[in-house]
């Protein structure tokens, strides 16, 4: 339990060492929001989060990189709603992350795509099989009156992660990592 607290409080502090995506004023922008869905059993803890990048090589985004997340046991999971620049391609991670006793799971997958102006979209993190598998689809939701639109995703061979070591990983490749639980002894 301790070294699942320790990760846990490690992802929120490199998440707070991140800059967060910020579209300027004089561009053209849409809104963009992440609804994580999972089946997840017996956890303490999930978490999602969107991360910004530059391009599919997982270069610097000039605006920033941290796009939103949110902590919740429930699921679906919906951040916040966040301002991108459109008519420029936007590629983007987004990540499910779980606590359970002695383990932590998570599932990442980096998508891209150009928004369109005053357009309003939904990225759909579904997370299956107790987390052993991610897919990722964008959906236009701008005019609530139709049926979310999707939206044509170009996805990498690797994910593109932010402040999580160097170890890549393909597109929707489950990483699980099992902590040694020992018993603690106290002198008499």
């Known amino acids: 339990m301790t070294k699942t607290l320790i990760s846990t409080i490690g992802i929120v502090?490199?998440?707070?060492?991140?800059s967060t995506y910020v579209a300027p004023p004089s561009k053209p922008t849409a809104e963009l929001y992440l609804v994580a869905e999972n089946d997840s059993a017996s956890t303490m803890l999930q978490g999602v989060s969107m991360w910004a990048f530059k391009d599919t090589e997982c270069n610097t985004n000039e605006y920033g990189t941290r796009m939103g997340s949110i902590t919740s046991n429930h699921s679906p999971a919906i951040t916040p709603s966040h301002t991108v620049v459109a008519?420029?391609?936007?590629v983007f991670t987004a990540m499910y992350i779980d606590a359970r006793p002695a383990q932590n799971r998570q599932c990442a997958i980096t998508g891209g795509f150009t928004p369109l102006p005053n357009k309003r979209y939904a990225a759909r993190l579904t997370v299956t099989g107790d987390v052993s598998a991610c897919s990722l689809g964008v959906y236009d939701v701008a005019d609530g009156n139709h049926e979310p639109m999707p939206i044509d995703l170009k996805m990498p061979e690797l994910v593109c992660q932010y402040g999580f070591g160097a170890k890549k990983l393909r597109n929707g490749q489950p990483l699980r990592t099992q902590w040694v639980v020992?018993?603690?002894?106290?002198?008499?």
């Open 13 to 18: 502090f490199i998440s707070g060492c991140a």
């Open 87 to 90: 008519n420029e391609p936007l």
């Open 182 to 188: 020992v018993p603690l002894i106290l002198p008499h």
